[in-house]
């Protein structure tokens, strides 16, 4: 383990110590946000990032040890394993350099190679390498056998032994791959007859980019265009002589003086080595552009999970559409459906004066507080008719209930799900996309979970990457969003708790069916009752479970139980009782943590702890807040360049962020319009769900594409050298119709676009 903590220390820029802390913790069954909350003296305050880092490195090193134990023992059976071999294998820092060591041990169908050599063809390899003015035609003809009928076949013989001992040279494998990688360049063009069929792409037609500077959301792009068959891919090297140079002198080859020798290198080059640093090539920048999809993907998520709440208000749902109506319910404070209906203000029916009348009516018999509006088809439309409906009910003297637009990114996913199923098992389909609308406004964390993270609408390029990577990436942001926030353990869906740290499926379902038969929990002492839930389960998921209203207020709080008589030591120093010393900003400020810790509970918990007894329960979400879109810009071709709007950010990528504007098609800040200074992050300057103010730069109509800019002191058009003119993203025509891709137009702002493949669809 100590060579593996030294390893991840130096890539976290921690000590080993640390890391090594953090490895035994996990490998005794604690969950990454339990470590990251409640053992910071044991880790040294390594946060969940780090922790997941760790996990992560830890079982790819010790795949790697395992790997390597396996070679070198097959190595050895074959009796070839010198020192020298050993030490470079057990120093290799990757699988990709073990397996090039391994490769001339490694078991394999008989080559070309091993025929020749067979043949006694080494024999004439090595001297055509060491008397490279030897007449190769001449030296051939003494080797000619059955096998090797005239000297052409001899050698061609000789030409497959040399090359493979290129193929199987660890170091020049690697040399060649990493020059490749580091000078070669992807080229792409479009096949003959796809030009319109494949339009989309057109920005890829004649395309060239160094493989280090291709960007996550271009490689995938790039890969997709040519599964679909509309682009041809190159790997373009660069220049093969600088590869012939580096075979030639990894082999001190005379090429200069041997005809023969040099076309045996190009031919090795060419047929062997350029090709596997091809495949070698494709792997790497599928690998980057998914880690790159990754990290944007969680990113988005956890900032849409994190999003502010709208809290315990009763709230009236709008689900959007023209034909098939728009579907209603009305949930109180925790939840609960209180009243569904379908109303059809729209074409082609037009009830707009009914619809109202209804709504109003339904909205002040519950004294609905919000009116939430899906995002989707007939938002905009939906969204005046909520605005008329709170304004009947001012107008007829009662309190105004706030429109608000919501996402609806897998609402729909979430409304035909079995758990949807089980939840409302009389409701019909499109009336559960409603309340599912109604709920993830007052808490978007709670009813987000009930849907699969890759429905939610914020990833990029979602179904081109490692499903299992992507699975395992968003479970975890999933799982540190839960746990960041906590759950009121008398009101949590099955879903939510499954989140919690060290609950399963089963014990959160054991949990609700507690519940359910023996009423609200009073203390979380009592969650030791639920079948299955044992000590260790109750140590990682007792901090996370909130009591509100029990019979300790330590309960509501993030304390955990073990650290109660810590609270206990420091509400007798004061001589306060607990319930008194919660929230007596007065006192605990006056509190030195170094005079309750000790050897179980250090400086950093017992600071947290005060932090938490002087605001209990704090929700670490942002306030709640909503934009309000410009009225009578409904669509894009409402749309004037110089014209400031509020909008709500959708979505963060490398390149930029998208901005709902209240049109039906989210706009583009592209990074270089963010700030006066340099950003390298849009997640640096704005987060999912954000409400922001832009200004429209550029707007394309018959591409439907927004260009918009956070510096409000912008002039659309002006050649500015701090700002190219941006341009939008518009949909993509090879997902659903409801995902949004990105196309580009030239300048930086364009090549960032190509291909971007985000989406917030249903």
Known sequence: MTFIADIIATELAVTPKQVTAAIELMAAGNTVPFVSRYRKEVTGGLDDAQLRHIEERNAYLIELGERKEAVLAVIAEQGKLSDDLRRRIEQADSKARVEDLYLPYKKRRQTKADIAREAGLDELTQLLVDAPSTDPEDAAARFVTEGFADTKAVLDGARAILVDRFTTDADLVGEVREHFFATGTMRAGVVEGKENEGAKYRDYFAFSEPFETLPSHRILALLRGEAEGVLTLEMDPGE???????????????????????????????????????????????????????????????????????????????????????????????????????????????????????????????????????????????????????????????????????????????????????????????????????????????????????????????????????????????????????????????????????????????????????????????????????????EQAAGFMRIQGGANPLDASAVHPEAYPVVERIAASTGLDTQALIGNTAVLTRLSAADFADDTFGVPTVTDIISELEKPGRDPRPEFTTATFKEGVNKVSDLAPGMILEGTVTNVAAFGAFVDIGVHQDGLVHVSAMSDKFISDPHDVVRSGQVVKVKVMDVDIQRQRIGLSLRLDDEPGADKQRSRKPRQARKDPGRSASRREAKPAGGSMADALKQAGFGRGR
Not at 526 to 537: C, F, I, Q, T, Y
């Open 240 to 538: 093969e002589s600088v590869y012939e140079g580096m075979i030639a002198r990894r082999f001190n080859l005379a090429v200069e003086r041997s005809d023969w020798l040099a076309k045996a290198v190009r031919w090795g080059w060419r047929t062997k080595l350029q090709v596997s640093s091809n495949l070698d090539t494709r792997t790497r920048l599928r690998e980057r552009a998914e880690a790159g999809a990754l990290e944007v993907f969680a990113t988005n998520l956890r900032d849409v999970l994190l999003a502010a709440p709208a809290g315990q208000r009763v709230t009236l749902a709008l689900d959007p559409g023209y034909r098939n109506g728009v579907k209603c319910a009305v949930v109180d404070g925790t939840g609960k459906v209180l009243d569904t209906t379908i109303v059809y203000p729209h074409q082609p029916q037009k009830r707009w004066a009914e619809a109202v009348e209804k709504l109003s009516t339904m909205a002040a018999a519950h004294r609905a507080e919000l009116i939430a509006v899906g995002n989707g088809t007939a938002s905009r439309e939906s969204e005046k008719l909520a605005g008329e409906v709170a304004d009947l009910i001012a107008r007829a003297g009662g309190t105004r209930p706030t429109p608000v637009m919501v996402s609806e990114s897998g609402a729909s996913v979430y409304s035909a799900s079995e758990l949807a199923a089980a939840e409302f098992p009389d409701m019909d389909v499109s009336l559960r996309s409603a309340v599912s609308i109604a709920r993830r406004l007052q808490d978007p964390l709670a009813e987000l979970v009930k849907v699969d993270p890759k429905s939610i609408g914020v990833g990029q390029y979602q179904h081109d990457v490692n499903q299992v990577e992507l699975a395992r990436a968003l479970d975890a942001v999933v799982e540190d969003a839960v746990n960041a926030v906590g759950v009121d353990v008398n009101t949590a869906s099955v879903p939510l708790l499954e989140r919690v740290a060290g609950v399963s499926a089963t014990l959160a379902r054991n949990i609700v069916e507690y519940r359910d038969e023996h009423g609200a929990f009073a203390t979380r002492k009592e969650l030791s009752k639920v079948p299955r839930l044992g000590p260790k389960a109750f």
